[in-house]
């Protein structure tokens, strides 16, 4: 089950929380030098590019413009 972030007050506190906690740098360099955005990032973002990102928090995966923040990660 996911949980629309324009509607649920508390996911909205969740992604709040985590960008002012967030100590890690937006992207790194993966072992072939290719920029890897993180999952911090994405949630910065507020909804998915659709581009197969590695650290996608989004449901379903990969589909433009979804807000919905994977269920796992609203702990």
């Not at 993180?38 to 990102?53: I, N, P, W």
């Amino acid at each position: 089950m996911t949980v629309s972030a324009s509607n649920d007050w508390i996911q909205q506190l969740y992604v709040q929380e985590t960008r002012k906690k967030s100590p890690e740098p937006d992207f790194y360099k993966d072992e072939n030098g290719r920029v890897v955005m993180t999952e911090s990032y994405h949630l910065k973002r507020g909804s998915c590019c659709g581009s197969g990102c590695k650290h996608c928090p989004y449901e379903p995966k990969y589909q433009k413009g979804t807000q919905q923040i994977q269920k796992s990660l609203l702990r």
